[in-house]
């Protein structure tokens, strides 16, 4: 009996290093870029693609990201609304319909924020507004790719890569 629950103990210790290594190295997977992506994240620093109407990230594409910096995307109403829909009736759908991949790895905002009004005075009319979203990242310093997806009120998906660094 004693035999039996000392093995039991053994095979219990090596299935949870086995777990602890393999999460470590999942959790280690999404810090860098993998070296098969890493011509796709170059050539998108060389030729980055124009920002879409619905976004702004901070830091810009093909920008530099301090180890410490949080990573914060504007999600724009005016570029995902049709005219006259109103934004405060879209601006938690927005959010909640916005996800952002680094490295392949989807990864949550660490600060969600969609102001009551929503209203952004540089440009009138009911469908402007934004949707704030910022991200903490834990990546290792190089070249990294993002990417980010969305809806707009038809339901139909939007997307935009880019690449970065992290200094």
Same mark, same amino acid.
């Given at each position: 009996?004693?035999?039996? #629950?000392?093995?039991?103990? &053994? #095979?219990?210790?090596?299935?949870?290093?086995?777990?602890?290594?393999?999460?470590?190295?999942? +959790?280690?997977? =999404?810090?860098?870029?993998?070296?098969?992506? #890493?011509?796709?994240?170059?050539?998108?620093?060389?030729?980055?693609?124009?920002?879409?109407?619905?976004?702004?990230?901070?830091?810009?594409? =093909?920008?530099?990201?301090?180890?410490?910096?949080?990573?914060?995307?504007?999600?724009?109403?005016?570029?995902?609304?049709?005219?006259?829909?109103?934004?405060? %009736?879209?601006?938690?759908?927005?959010?909640? @319909?916005?996800?952002?991949? #680094? @490295?392949?790895?989807?990864?949550?905002?660490? %600060?969600?924020?969609?102001?009551?009004?929503?209203?952004?005075?540089?440009?009138? =009319?009911?469908?402007?507004?934004?949707?704030?979203?910022?991200?903490?990242?834990? +990546?290792?310093?190089? &070249?990294?790719?993002? %990417?980010?997806?969305?809806? @707009?009120?038809?339901?139909?998906? +939007?997307?935009?890569?880019?690449?970065?660094?992290?200094?």
């Amino acid at each position: 009996m004693k035999k039996a #629950i000392k093995y039991l103990i &053994v #095979i219990f210790c090596i299935a949870l290093f086995i777990a602890f290594t393999a999460y470590t190295l999942w +959790l280690r997977q =999404g810090r860098s870029l993998s070296t098969e992506l #890493i011509p796709t994240a170059e050539a998108l620093i060389q030729n980055s693609l124009p920002l879409p109407s619905f976004i702004v990230i901070n830091p810009h594409p =093909g920008g530099n990201l301090a180890p410490d910096q949080r990573m914060c995307l504007s999600i724009l109403g005016r570029g995902l609304l049709k005219s006259g829909e109103r934004f405060t %009736e879209f601006r938690v759908s927005i959010a909640f @319909n916005t996800f952002l991949y #680094i @490295n392949n790895r989807s990864v949550s905002p660490a %600060e969600t924020s969609y102001p009551l009004g929503g209203f952004n005075s540089m440009y009138p =009319g009911p469908e402007n507004g934004t949707v704030y979203l910022c991200y903490n990242l834990d +990546l290792e310093k190089g &070249v990294h790719l993002g %990417e980010v997806t969305t809806k @707009n009120s038809s339901g139909t998906e +939007l997307s935009y890569k880019w690449a970065f660094y992290v200094q």
